[in-house]
Nanobody, 115 residues
């Protein structure tokens, strides 16, 4: 089992920045890729960014150039640096971790971009 706990969400003005963190615990050795997803009100959950164990990152077109995903394997922590935030980035952000048998999810953290 893997447990994921997100933190760092909040209210920010358009153009502002936030950094989300996701602390992983449990069977860390079983984790392969990790990533961030988000779900806005009345919309389906969508993939935001992903990173492999060796640090290769990929991003959704909607956040490319504004968001940066990173991981600190020594601290078992995943990050999402979000810059130039827009109102359409408002959502609950979820951390996810893939093992060979299943995907694990965190409980989510709310990000609200509003003036």
């Amino acid at each position: 089992q893997v447990q994921l706990v997100e933190s760092g969400g909040g209210l920010v003005q358009p153009g502002g920045s936030l950094r989300l963190s996701c602390a992983a615990s449990g069977s860390i050795f079983s984790i392969n890729g990790m990533g961030w997803f988000r779900q806005a009100p009345r919309k389906q959950r969508e993939w935001v960014a992903g990173i492999t164990t060796d640090g290769r990152a990929n991003y959704a077109d909607s956040v490319k150039g504004r968001f940066t995903i990173s991981r600190d394997n020594a601290k078992n922590t995943l990050y999402l640096q979000m810059n130039s935030l827009k109102s359409e980035d408002t959502a609950v952000y979820y951390c996810a971790a893939d093992s060979s048998v299943r995907k694990y999810w965190g409980q989510g953290t709310q990000v609200t971009v509003s003036s």
